[in-house]
């Protein structure tokens, strides 16, 4: 059954070739487990992408439930967690799988720094790679807040006190962050877009660019 | 058994094993998300309190509007809500019924239209229900007005949620 539909779309729209493109090519011996057990630290990269993968599905059920609005945003966290069926899974999977992706994204960086595999031809990448890291630290920035319970309250004071105190530019930073003086209704709403708009739209803009040149480029060599 | 006679190939084999693990591990990471999305339909409706309307004794013959306020809990939002009830007595009987027209969910008036005396006029599309509530035919509504759950306590009628006839 689901052969003939692949059939029928693929005589139509001959789709064999793009999938060839995307999936089907030979994993190199020395990234391969199978051949070299220490090879699964080339896994964290994908690991990342993997865990990325379970935000964007939980923020997606999460936006559900949750209201950026000073008044009504911590109860309705705490509506969707004890009072909604798997509510507890579904915040505790975006939760912690907030810090497990900094923690991949960390490992990636190493195995990529200690393998050498920045050098040329790959500068490139490298540098996204950093932009993803950034997006990735604004993303878990943005999202600490929207509980708006004490923890996050704080927190957010103290980032936007460490933003003012960048020479020059400090204070009209910190004033657009947090949409004016007040920390409070602004800065809500204001983090909630860049929490689910902005910074997902760069995210996916960006891991578009680093995975199209891991395809072009090919994975570096063995050591 | 021979090697000839395994209907599955190793390639074969190995397909299933793995779209199996990996269809279980998906399953088990998406499963709480839908059940998370799905829960608002399978919740079971909540007991609504029987709230006081009037005195029995204020009951006419014609259906009176009559104002109460209930607490409506919505998820974590607790408020006031005003509701509406056309309340009459026939004889013994007493009948409270919903103003909220069958058809598409507008409001009817007693006598709301001066070319219909004693019946229900609905603004929105012209829906009729005679004094019973019963939808008068050829009219949008398909079935007559909801009524309301009904206690009378030491002469006073208290209406609790609406149920469909």
Not at chain 1, 62 to 72: Q, T
Not at chain 1, 91 to 108: D, K, N, Q, T, Y
Not at chain 1, 161 to 175: L, Q, R, S
């Amino acid at each position: 059954m689901l052969q003939k539909i692949y059939d029928w779309v693929d005589e139509r729209l001959d789709i064999t070739p793009m999938w060839r493109d995307i999936a089907d090519h030979e994993v190199p011996e020395h990234v391969n487990p199978a051949h070299h057990f220490s090879a699964f630290v080339y896994c964290f990269g994908g690991l990342t992408f993997f865990v990325t993968v379970i935000q964007i599905l939980s923020g997606m059920f999460l936006a559900m439930y949750y209201v950026p609005d000073i008044v009504n945003a911590y109860e309705s966290v705490y509506y969707l967690q004890n009072e909604v069926t798997f509510g507890v899974i579904v915040r505790g999977m975006h939760h912690w799988g907030a810090s497990l992706v900094i923690v991949m994204m960390f490992l990636h960086t190493l195995r990529v720094f200690f393998t050498g595999s920045y050098k040329k031809p790959r500068e490139l990448n490298w540098v996204v790679g950093v932009l993803i890291f950034f997006v990735m630290l604004g993303l878990g920035f943005t999202g600490y807040l929207l509980p708006w319970d004490m923890k996050a309250y704080f927190a957010t004071v103290v980032g936007l006190e460490i933003a003012e105190a960048v020479p020059v530019v400090g204070t009209f930073a910190k004033t657009l962050l947090a949409g004016g003086e007040i920390i409070g209704a602004q800065t809500l709403t204001r983090f909630y877009a860049i929490h689910v708009f902005f910074l997902p739209g760069a995210l996916l803009g960006l891991l578009g660019a680093h995975f199209y040149m891991i395809r072009k480029q090919g994975i570096s060599g063995p050591l | 058994m021979s090697e000839k006679e395994h209907k599955v190939s190793r390639r074969q084999f190995l397909t299933y094993t793995l779209t199996g693990v990996g269809g279980f591990m998906a399953a088990g990471m998406l499963m709480p998300m839908a059940r998370f999305a799905l829960d608002p339909a399978l919740q079971a409706g909540g007991d609504t309190d029987f709230i006081r309307v009037t005195s029995v004794d204020d009951l006419t013959e014609e259906p009176q509007r009559f104002n109460f306020t209930i607490e409506q809990e919505d998820a974590w939002y607790t408020s006031d809500v005003d509701r509406v009830a056309w309340v009459y007595r026939e004889g013994d009987e007493i009948v409270a019924l919903s103003p909220v027209c069958t058809h598409l969910g507008c409001t009817v008036n007693w006598e709301g239209n001066e070319d219909y005396p004693e019946q229900f006029y609905c603004p929105c599309h012209f829906g009729r229900f005679e004094k019973d509530g019963t939808n008068v035919p050829n009219t949008p509504p398909t079935r007559p007005l909801d009524v309301y759950e009904m206690e009378i306590r030491d002469g006073d009628l208290y209406l609790g949620r609406t149920v469909q006839r």
